[in-house]
């Protein structure tokens, strides 16, 4: 359960280092899979802010016109994607001896439950998601 407030996301996936976090003594390789997921989450957020502007760019030039309730939709989509920047950013400036402060409801993430959390957060990224068209071509 993911509680209202926060960006869902963000809140996954602060579980999921929480969960990598903790059981780094346990196998050395997922501080490569922690570090892996800040950096390739950084990405994607760059990534989307990216094609928002383009996008943006791209409807202005074609239409000549200027939609307030797509302006509307990029400013919503920097925003969210500088508050995601903000949070990677202090979870990298954070040592993992540090981390264990952050921690939201670690406990109740168990190895079933990270593993549902991976999966969701793979099916948010556009490979996925455009992969059923690939299927039917």
Same mark, same amino acid.
Not at 27 to 51: G, H, N
Not at 90 to 118: G, K
């Given at each position: @359960?993911?509680? *209202?407030?926060?960006?869902?996301? @963000?809140? +996954?996936?602060?579980? +999921?280092?929480?969960? %990598?976090?903790?059981?780094?003594?346990?196998? /050395?390789?997922?501080?490569?899979?922690?570090?892996?997921?800040?950096?390739?989450?950084?990405?994607?957020?760059?990534?989307?802010?990216? #094609?928002?502007?383009?996008?943006?760019?791209?409807?202005?030039?074609?239409? *000549?016109?200027? $939609?307030? #309730?797509?302006?509307?939709?990029? *400013?919503?989509?920097? $925003?969210?994607?500088?508050?995601?920047?903000?949070?990677?950013?202090?979870?990298?400036?954070? &040592?993992?001896?540090?981390?264990?402060? %952050?921690?939201?409801? !670690?406990?109740?993430?168990?190895?079933?439950?990270?593993? %549902?959390?991976?999966?969701?957060? /793979? !099916?948010?990224?556009? =490979? &996925?998601? !455009? =992969?059923?068209?690939?299927?039917? @071509?």
């Amino acid at each position: @359960q993911v509680s *209202g407030g926060e960006d869902e996301i @963000q809140q +996954l996936q602060k579980a +999921l280092l929480d969960y %990598l976090d903790k059981n780094t003594e346990i196998d /050395a390789s997922l501080v490569f899979s922690r570090k892996f997921y800040i950096a390739q989450w950084f990405r994607d957020t760059t990534m989307e802010t990216e #094609k928002a502007i383009k996008s943006q760019k791209d409807e202005d030039s074609s239409e *000549g016109t200027h $939609h307030a #309730k797509d302006v509307e939709t990029t *400013g919503q989509i920097m $925003h969210r994607a500088e508050s995601r920047k903000k949070f990677l950013r202090s979870i990298i400036r954070t &040592a993992p001896s540090q981390f264990s402060t %952050l921690r939201m409801n !670690s406990d109740t993430v168990d190895y079933e439950d990270a593993c %549902l959390i991976v999966r969701y957060l /793979a !099916s948010m990224r556009p =490979f &996925a998601q !455009s =992969f059923d068209i690939y299927l039917t @071509q």
